[in-house]
């Protein structure tokens, strides 16, 4: 299927591609979603001198406002990768938009913002928590998404924090929700950290959006349930950290290993700093695009929960990333341990990158399979 990278819209033409992006699967850079804001957007005139976009998966809004010099604010590296290079293939420069990480706080007041409607609730309910002190009686706020993301919640969320928020007609299984803002309103507080314990007594730290915040997944719990014994002075990766769970549990049952958790993830990091904080006394935490940065030849165990999806939509590519990377930051003899969904076939493509590639655990829904470097 050949995919169009074109996007045109009221406020221009434009030539979008995912981060990463793979010719053998069909994804666009953007959706109906982004189409129907921007069309609202320029059909209601809206203006004003500081404009927001959150959750932008690929920097499309952000491109097509790039002449509003809008304020982009995501939990992801990678969005912020690919919208310098949307912006870079448009002929724009990259500083004509602000990038800002999603445990920062943008700079207000915002005249204008639209928020793609993420797949959590507790992640909307969070963004819109801290955005509603940046809005004044004036300030245009659209929310987009598909229609299957948009439920009753959405919108309760959007007139809990902002006001009444009607909606607009589907197009193209895409919705609007078009909130005004209530100077009366008095949101209550947003949703906290959550806190768990593993059965190891190990205090979790859980923020909105990050993979299992509220509690170990059946996936993690298998992998914890065979994880490799580490040498003394080992450097072991925790690849798609998440809350850190893993990273910690490597950490109390061997103090003396080396830790690095790598996620692309901001919240994800900012989790597992104190997830993993709390019991490791060497740990370094990076908020990277796989494993950039970390360098060649520099581990002996990498772990991972990879994800079998993308924004929403299913891929393995970033678990073959994942693979890939982790090949580089091993050492010669260095393992690669993964747990993934048994219906996935990984093990036959870790045979790409690594020797020996077995079963060292399974049940009904999973299997964990380690690999030693080449």
Known sequence: MVVDHILTVPQGTFTLERAHHDPGEPLRAWDAADELALAHLAEVGAAGDRWLVVDDAHGALATALAAHHPTSWTDSVVTMAATRANLERNGLEPSTVTLAPSTSDPVGPVDVVVVKVPRTLAVLEDELHRLRPLLHAGSVVVGAGMTKSVHRSTIAAFEGAIGPTPTSRARKKARLLLASVDPALEPGPGPAPLRWATPEGLEVTGLPGVFSASGMDPGTRLLLAHLPDPEPGAVAVDLGCGTGVVAATVAHSH????????????????????????????????????????????????????????GGARTTSVAYRMFAGAQRVLRPGGTLTVVANRHLGHHVALRRWFDDVTVVGSDPRFVVLRGRRR
């Open 255 to 310: 103090p003396d290993v080396a830790l690095v958790c790598c996620d692309d993830s901001f919240r994800a990091v900012a989790a597992a700093r104190q997830t993993v904080g709390a019991v490791a006394s060497d740990a370094t935490f990076h908020v990277t695009d796989v494993l950039d940065g970390v360098a060649d030849a520099s581990a002996d165990i990498v772990l991972c929960n990879p994800p079998f999806h993308a």
